[in-house]
């Protein structure tokens, strides 16, 4: 397990707060998004992003292999619009990994991190 998930669990357990714990989708919750005019799924090499023009947007980790995509409970439950909870619930699964990065980069929000050329995805 990485050292990075286990000092994110570190910190939510010391604080009782479970914002920063990530919860696991298979990446298929994105394909709801890629081709609607109304969003667009933007990624780097291990973090995605799905914004909604002129309303949320969400950032999330690529795990290894890009078959799942994770976040904290704090984003999801934060940035996400109620109708869309439904979605995302019914696309969770076990989590077989995370991305590092999107890790450190939720340990040190306003960071900047190299992680890759931006593009659609």
């Given at each position: 397990?990485?050292?990075?998930?286990?000092?994110?669990?570190?910190?939510?357990?010391?604080?009782?707060?479970?914002?920063?714990?990530?919860?696991?989708?298979?990446t298929?919750?994105?394909?709801?998004?890629?081709?609607?005019?109304r969003?667009?799924?933007?990624?780097?090499?291990?973090?995605?992003?799905?914004?909604?023009?002129?309303?949320?947007?969400?950032?999330?980790?690529?795990?290894?292999?890009?078959?799942?995509?994770?976040?904290?409970?704090?984003?999801?439950?934060?940035?996400?619009?109620?109708?869309?909870?439904?979605?995302?619930?019914?696309?969770?699964?076990?989590?077989?990994?995370?991305?590092?990065?999107?890790?450190?980069?939720?340990?040190?929000?306003g960071?900047?991190?190299?992680?890759?050329?931006?593009?659609?995805?």
């Amino acid at each position: 397990m990485s050292d990075f998930i286990k000092l994110v669990h570190r910190r939510a357990f010391a604080a009782a707060d479970p914002a920063l714990l990530q919860v696991s989708f298979e990446t298929a919750v994105l394909d709801r998004y890629r081709g609607d005019t109304r969003y667009r799924v933007m990624r780097t090499d291990t973090v995605c992003r799905i914004k909604m023009e002129g309303g949320w947007s969400l950032d999330a980790g690529i795990a290894p292999g890009e078959q799942q995509v994770h976040a904290s409970w704090r984003a999801l439950t934060s940035a996400l619009p109620e109708g869309e909870r439904e979605h995302w619930a019914m696309h969770s699964t076990v989590p077989s990994g995370y991305s590092e990065m999107f890790l450190r980069m939720q340990m040190s929000p306003g960071s900047c991190f190299d992680d890759g050329e931006l593009r659609d995805w």
